[in-house]
């Protein structure tokens, strides 16, 4: 079956650091982009990642850039999010989601009606 499981959330301290796997089943992971977002409580959806399906290029929200690094291993059928210098407004549910019939990422920020499967969703909260 076509399926997304995001891995790793928790709770961490702010300026600490956490990795996020996100693993694909029943589709070939390196046929598509990728893409990242999360969800603050009473708030939007917002995409604050996307790579590309051969992970040669890369884009990030400005509330990330130089924070969070997003990779690939499609031979593992797993993206990846580090996130590192972690504040609590960094807290929300993270999502990974599959571009719909896309190979490349569109914009700076990914779009979430461009994409057309998606993960459970992964805890992530950052309190002292």
């Known amino acids: 079956q076509l399926q997304l499981v995001e891995y790793g959330g928790g709770l961490v301290q702010p300026r600490g650091s956490l990795r996020l796997s996100c693993a694909a089943s029943?589709?070939?992971?390196?046929?598509?982009?990728i893409g990242w977002f999360r969800q603050a409580p009473g708030k939007e959806r917002e995409g604050i990642s996307c790579?590309?399906?051969?992970?040669?290029?890369?884009t990030y929200a400005e509330s990330v850039k130089g924070r969070f690094t997003i990779s690939r291993d499609n031979g593992k059928q797993t993206v990846y999010l580090r996130m590192n210098s972690l504040k609590p407004e960094d807290t929300g549910i993270y999502y990974c989601?599959?571009?719909?019939?896309?190979?490349?990422?569109?914009?700076?920020?990914?779009?979430?009606?461009?994409?057309?499967?998606w993960g459970q969703g992964t805890q992530v909260t950052v309190s002292s």
């Open positions: 989601a599959r571009a719909r019939d896309a190979f490349y990422c569109h914009g700076n920020v990914p779009f979430r009606n461009d994409y057309d499967l």
């Open positions: 029943g589709f070939a992971l390196g046929n598509y982009a």
């Open positions: 790579i590309t399906s051969s992970g040669r290029d890369t």
